[in-house]
């Protein structure tokens, strides 16, 4: 039986400095969005801004991916974790003194982005280091319960902040939030990887290997190609929740709020799941889950009722955090501790750039053709290149039962 991996001391220490810091980048996220609409009254540059938070993801990636293997993966944490300080806190001073306008916001979000590319892979191999084996799918699980617990408290403080304080407060605020985790990564002990010793060889040839081990695993490699399809789509259009909570539904910050919690306890409800076991998880299920998806993202654009729109994303957080920590489970359980990093930075590459590269699309193209039309094309787009990958994954295990057959 699976021991929970909240008695594990190590392990509740990292979540309570993780939780902490992740409520402060909920806070981060809402009042981005929001500053970006304020700025630029532009579903264009609210694109934009997205795609500079998740592109460095996957420019840099790979690298930092073979980083995470290569390097102490606790000195790392720190390292980028006290630079997030730092930027938070200067993007707060500059929105303070009115210095900010959407290029030096989309300057700093970059800056951020390249940040939060970096610790991905490092905070994806932290946890496996910090409890024993017979833990490692209870921490993930729980891990991903505490960040969709921030991801529905977090934009309701920042609805909040920003109201009362403005969102200067909240960059800050988020700045500060960053100092709860590198406490934690001080404190905490890091479980020694298995010992392989290898020469290390050239970065390049590192990445290679990387990508080379995730092609030639058949269950990784799907788990992968069904979550680009559910980030490109799916996630890629509710970047533009700040332009529905406005223009669309005309609810202003409280809306944006509203909208993002509803989606936070969605994905609540899917950790709280997650957490029971996953004995019933496979690539087929979170196939048939983006599917569904792709059809309430294309529903949520027809329509134009709030408390409609409020219900929607809020299933949607239910099914895409299913498919996003339900593969980051049965990939953890996978893959090999050497190649960790690497593979947990190809699993950054395709969820966080899936939706930089969806959102920039949506918003450029809902600039020019209007942002629910947009979102209902997006949405039946990606139910049906689910749909085909069911289909093809039916026809090739058909094929191979037959060949074995014969």
């Excluded at 909040?160 to 406490?183: E, K, P």
């Excluded at 788990?223 to 669309?248: H, I």
């Excluded at 654009?301 to 809020?314: K, P, S």
């Excluded at 990093?341 to 959102?359: D, E, P, Y």
Aim: charged fraction near 10%.
């Amino acid at each position: 039986m699976t021991k929970s991996a909240i008695t594990n001391r190590n392990y509740l220490i990292y979540l309570t400095g993780n939780t902490i810091s992740l409520h402060g980048l909920w806070i981060y996220r809402v009042a981005l969005g929001w500053y970006a609409w304020q700025l630029s009254g532009s579903e264009f540059w609210v694109g934009v801004v997205a795609f500079s938070q998740f592109a460095p993801a996957v420019v840099f990636g790979p690298i930092f991916g073979v980083l995470a293997d290569r390097f102490d993966r606790r000195a790392a944490s720190l390292f980028i974790n006290s630079l997030s300080v730092l930027n938070m806190l200067l993007l707060g001073l500059l929105a303070l003194l009115g210095h900010v306008d959407i290029l030096v916001l989309t300057m700093l979000s970059l800056m951020q982005g390249t940040l939060d590319g970096a610790h991905m892979p490092v905070r994806m191999s932290v946890v496996p280091n910090l409890v024993a084996k017979g833990q490692l799918e209870s921490a993930i699980a729980i891990t991903s319960i505490s960040f969709n617990v921030s991801r529905f408290v977090g934009p309701a403080i920042a609805g909040f902040v920003i109201t009362a304080y403005g969102v200067a407060s909240a960059f800050m605020v988020n700045g500060i939030s960053y100092i709860a985790l590198i406490l934690a990564m001080i404190i905490v002990k890091l479980n020694p990887s298995p010992e392989k010793k290898q020469r290390r060889r050239h970065v390049w040839h590192e990445m290679r290997e990387g990508v080379s081990y995730v092609l030639g695993h058949a269950r990784i490699r799907a788990l992968l190609v069904v979550v680009a399809v559910a980030s490109v789509f799916g996630r890629g259009a509710l970047e533009m929740m700040p332009v529905f909570a406005d223009a669309v539904f005309g609810r202003g910050s409280a809306g944006l709020a509203t909208l993002t919690s509803s989606i936070g306890a969605g994905a609540v409800v899917a950790g709280l799941i997650l957490s029971r076991g996953v004995s019933w998880l496979n690539v087929a299920v979170i196939r048939g889950a983006v599917a569904l998806a792709g059809l309430l993202i294309a529903i949520l654009g027809a329509l134009g009722d709030f408390w409609t729109g409020v219900a929607i994303v809020a299933v949607l957080g239910v099914i895409l955090s299913m498919c996003g920590v339900g593969s980051q489970i049965l990939i953890q359980t996978l893959v090999e501790d050497e190649v960790r990093g690497r593979v947990s930075s190809l699993w950054g590459v395709i969820a966080f750039g899936g939706t930089a590269l969806g959102s920039l699309v949506v918003g450029g193209a809902a600039s020019i053709w209007g942002l629910q039309d947009v979102v209902v094309v997006a949405g039946l787009a990606c139910s049906f290149v689910a749909l085909l990958s069911i289909y093809h994954s039916n026809n090739g295990e058909g094929k191979t039962q037959r060949a074995d057959s014969e």
